[in-house]
């Protein structure tokens, strides 16, 4: 069955690091466009980044350009998102999504979902 299971959420002092990762499997992984949302808490889900098949092409929210990265591996089927400078705001659940159909901002556009890992930025 499809799966993808993100990792490497944390608490982090604002300015910190962390690098999230999503393994993936039951479906075509080289095939989809991959996704970064969160979901702050009484907040609705909100896009992050997108990476194209190959890696080439990538999407950025404004509010995380220059300071995130999203990248993947194919022969590991794993997509990656590397935040730097973090600030309080970053604070949410992260998610991994998957879409057949084009690279997009809107999640509705996404056909899988992982269950999301935390991310907490606090002093």
């Known amino acids: 069955q499809v799966q993808l299971v993100e990792s490497g959420g944390g608490l982090v002092q604002p300015g910190g690091f962390l690098r999230l990762f999503c393994a993936a499997s039951g479906f075509t992984f080289s095939s989809y466009y991959m996704g970064w949302f969160r979901q702050a808490p009484g907040k609705e889900r909100e896009f992050v980044a997108a990476?194209?098949?190959?890696?080439?092409?990538?999407y950025y929210a404004d509010s995380v350009k220059g300071r995130f990265t999203i990248s993947r591996d194919n022969a590991k089927n794993t997509v990656y998102l590397q935040m730097n400078n973090l600030k309080p705001d970053d604070t949410a659940v992260y998610y991994c999504a998957a879409a057949f159909s084009r690279l997009s901002r809107s999640d509705n556009e996404y056909d899988y979902w992982g269950q999301g890992t935390q991310v907490t930025v606090s002093s």
């Open positions: 990476i194209s098949w190959g890696g080439s092409v990538t």
